[in-house]
């Protein structure tokens, strides 16, 4: 069944992924294991479509997002058009490829905000996690540009059983490349990242003695660094409002055009996305099968349907309910209400110290 929402809300942002193709090959990326191909990804004269259609839709902010965004030759004229349609855009790069005078371009095109992801506080665990030699020098470099530049920095590390006890180093080296703001991101597992599961998982004992440690920092650093965290999913009591909710706060273009609700909504059988080629963002945002599937609370089985918080977290993620229950109505098992929440614990328990499939 799909529901209509009295008022359909604004997005306030646009992921927009640019390619998939990234010289980096992070286990936990959460990109499709089915890659989209550089001779199927949109031109820029499109991406400037799509962020003008998007600033009449009410986004403020364009996410250029990848894989690696400056894989793509054309990206200045990209941050150009964010720029002619009055979006903020923040460029979320690994850093590998950016140079000193393209970041200057960038950031002459109109750039906003710069997004570096590290793997670890150490050269030689970074490199090993990122797939790829000389990654975090490549990383400090360019974040001593960004700030040189007077560009806002945020550091976003993504962590798992390889690097969660390293946090408070990741923080450190967040400050000292001159962050404003640090994202302690938990592997999500999509993608990349679920064929590595096992490789990736943290203990809990890792899990909780890193919240400690987060909160700890918070107080530490107040006034000094952001430091934006939560709970990873596979042992938190109630699931994260993924995406803000289905429908309702983002919009997902992929490097060939798709609009997802979410960045891994692909997962679900049977949802009609459609592409920007055929059709505007607006009609998509207001009609497109895939958004209006999950959108509201009508679709919503017990124990969601009855809950108090079904307007809170919107019964948490539907492509993690269909990845882990096979039903992508199912309440998101991550929350401990769910008939199947035995499920998530077990799979929490689950550990192999085996190499890691590499993005490729
Ligand atoms: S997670 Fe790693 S491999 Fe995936 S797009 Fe980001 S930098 Fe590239
Ligand atoms: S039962 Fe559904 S709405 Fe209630 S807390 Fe769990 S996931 Fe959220």
């Not at 250029?64 to 990206?75: I, M, N, Q, T, Y």
């Not at 909160?215 to 990873?232: L, N």
């Not at 920007?276 to 207001?286: Q, Y």
């Amino acid at each position: 069944m799909t529901t209509t929402i009295p008022t359909l809300p604004a997005p306030l942002g646009l992921l927009a992924e640019l390619t998939h193709r990234c010289p980096l090959g992070c286990p936990y990326c959460s990109n499709p294991l089915e890659l989209d191909k550089r001779s199927d990804e949109l031109d820029t004269a499109t991406w400037a479509r799509v962020f003008h259609e998007a600033a009449a839709l009410g986004v403020l902010q364009v996410h250029l997002s990848g894989g690696e965004p400056a894989a793509r030759r054309d990206l200045e004229d990209i941050v150009q058009a964010a720029r002619d349609a009055s979006l903020y855009s923040n460029l979320i790069t690994s850093a590998v490829g950016v140079t000193n005078e393209r970041l200057l371009a960038l950031s002459d095109a109109g750039l906003d905000h710069v997004q570096i992801s590290i793997q670890d506080s150490t050269p030689e665990s970074a490199d090993h996690i990122a797939g790829y030699k000389g990654a975090l020098a490549r990383k400090q470099a360019l974040a001593a540009e960004v700030v040189r530049l007077g560009l806002p920095l945020t550091v976003n590390v993504v962590v798992h059983r390889a690097n969660i006890d390293h946090i408070e180093a990741m923080v450190d080296l967040a400050l000292a490349l001159g962050a404003g703001r640090v994202e302690i991101a938990h592997v999500q597992y999509y993608g990349w990242a679920l064929k590595n599961r096992a490789a990736l998982m943290p203990t809990r004992e890792q899990v909780e003695r890193a919240v400690g440690q987060v909160e700890a920092m918070r107080t530490r650093h107040h006034g000094r660094i952001v430091i934006d965290a939560v709970v990873p999913d596979y042992f938190a009591r109630f699931p994260k409002p993924c995406v803000g909710g289905w429908g309702r706060r983002s919009i997902n273009v992929t490097p060939a055009g798709k609009v997802l609700p979410c960045h891994a909504a692909e997962v679900i059988p049977g949802l009609e996305f459609w592409n920007v080629r055929a059709h505007s963002l607006g009609d998509i945002w207001r009609s497109s099968p895939a958004f209006n599937e999950f959108r509201g609370t009508g679709w919503m089985q017990e124990p969601c349907r009855s809950c108090v918080r079904k307007d809170k977290d919107f019964g948490g993620c539907r492509c993690q309910a269909f990845l882990l229950t096979g039903d992508a109505r199912a309440t998101d098992p991550v929350c401990h209400l769910s008939p199947h929440h035995a499920l998530v614990e077990q799979l929490a328990d689950v550990r192999a110290d085996a190499p890691y499939s590499y993005r490729s």
